[in-house]
């Protein structure tokens, strides 16, 4: 193993990686879309196995990196001087919640199920679903969330008043599967369920989409479609 033709190579993919990427003009990573992840890590293997193997020159590295990178530069300026191909290569963003509704459809379509939702919600630091307006999906697989007006950030210190004890919301029912763990730690029980299922006029739990329960607020359910 040569160490400095090792070391050459490895310069010289590093730098070209630095100038295709600032080339791209991606400034941050969370404007990476999927398309632009997978480029990256099939750019890197390239690199990768560039400078390992003995029967690859640099004229070979830079050749890679200089095709792939015109390939993606290509794909970059058909979206942007044709409008039409940009859902096409890079995604549309998804109306995931609408009016306070669950879209199921647009759920299933991005391969998105309420768990995983949930999960980004809560990085949004939206805990109960009765908090959202507008839920979006974004291309880049982030969420984008309008709260309703009685949820919108106004501090209890604005209004002189005394704060108040924040509660979390319990899944008690997602994807018409009980969660039996989270009923019991919210201090119900099964008859308080099935009372909660029959006031909503639904037979079986296989018929709710997803079903919360919080304290201050009460119920939150959704059927399925």
């Known amino acids: 193993m040569n160490i400095g033709s090792i070391t050459l190579e490895l310069l010289v993919g590093f730098v070209a990686l630095l100038i295709l990427t600032k080339a791209l003009g ?3 990573i969370t404007q990476i879309t999927p ?4 480029s990256s890590l099939v750019l890197g293997e390239l690199v990768g196995n560039a400078i390992y193997d003995k029967h690859v020159n640099i004229f070979s590295i830079m050749y890679s990196v200089f095709l792939w990178g015109i390939l993606i530069y290509f794909v970059e300026w058909i979206t942007q001087k044709f409008r039409g191909t940009r859902a096409i290569l890079e ?3 998804a109306i995931v ?3 306070g509704q ?3 459809d647009q759920l299933k379509k991005n391969k998105l199920d309420i768990n995983q939702l949930q999960n980004l919600l809560r990085q949004k630091d939206v805990f109960s679903m009765q908090e959202i307006e507008f839920a979006v999906l974004e291309t880049n697989g982030s969420i984008s969330v309008l709260k309703k ?5 106004t501090t209890r210190e604005d209004l002189n008043l005394k704060p108040e004890r924040s509660y979390l919301a319990y899944s008690i029912i997602s ?3 009980v969660d039996w763990g989270n009923l019991k730690e919210a201090g119900l029980d099964e008859n308080w369920l099935n009372k909660t299922l029959k006031k909503h006029k639904i037979d079986h739990p296989e018929q709710v989409l997803l079903l919360e329960w919080k304290v201050d607020e009460g119920v939150f359910l959704q059927k399925m479609d």
């Open 35 to 38: 398309f632009d992840f997978i």
């Open 175 to 177: 994807d018409g599967k």
């Open 97 to 99: 919640i609408y009016n």
């Open 102 to 104: 669950i879209k199921r």
């Open 91 to 93: 995604g549309s963003p």
């Open 26 to 28: 991606k400034t941050q």
């Open 149 to 153: 007006s009685g949820y919108q950030q």
